[in-house]
């Protein structure tokens, strides 16, 4: 199965590199058999996303359907 994987990464308190979550993602989708073909990645203040739609996340969704 393809799938695209999303990291996000909060500039408010400069949290993990999301090259480590997408390091696990990786190894997970390759354990159960799934090929990434997207890979999307936020950096955003949590205070700023509660206030609006996440464009990685949006443009995950519609990569989706």
Known sequence: MRVAIYARVSTDDRGPDPENQLQDL?????AAGHAVSREHIDYESGRKAADKRKPSGSSVVKYAR
Do not use: N, S, V
């Open 26 to 30: 990786r190894a997970w989708c390759a």
